[in-house]
Nanobody, 124 residues
Framework: QVQLVESGGGLVQAGGSLRLSCAAS????????MGWFRQAPGKEREFVAA????????NYADSVKGRFTISRANTKNTVLLQMNSLKPEDTAVYYC?????????????????WGQGTQVTVSS
């Protein structure tokens, strides 16, 4: 059974940093795309970032480019999201996702597995 568990969320002031971590279990994820989505209250799910199986390709939402960095450690089935220069509009529940196809998609419905989410709150 595939399980994705996020950690690292919390409350931070604007301009601060957080690092999210996602531990995947249930099988090997070394050939899958892994990524992050977020959802703020009253808003649609929003693509944040995705990274391919060997870490050489990544894709970011325009709203986080230059501030967020995605990385992965296949030996640990882990994907990380380093978030710097956080803004109040980054406040959301952040979800770890896995896509079994080698495609850095931005649509939520291409992703096969989802975590339960971790709350990130950025105060002004």
């Amino acid at each position: 059974q595939v399980q994705l568990v996020e950690s690292g969320g919390g409350l931070v002031q604007a301009g601060g940093s957080l690092r999210l971590s996602c531990a995947a279990s249930g099988r090997t994820f070394s050939t899958d795309v892994m990524g992050w989505f977020r959802q703020a209250p009253g808003k649609e799910r929003e693509f944040v970032a995705a990274i391919n199986w060997n870490g050489r390709k990544s894709n970011y939402a325009d709203s986080v480019k230059g501030r967020f960095t995605i990385s992965r450690a296949n030996t640990k089935n882990t994907v990380l999201l380093q978030m710097n220069s956080l803004k109040p509009e980054d406040t959301a529940v952040y979800y770890c996702v896995v896509d079994q196809q080698d495609y850095l998609g931005t649509d939520w419905d291409v992703y096969d597995f989802w975590g339960q989410g971790t709350q990130v709150t950025v105060s002004s």
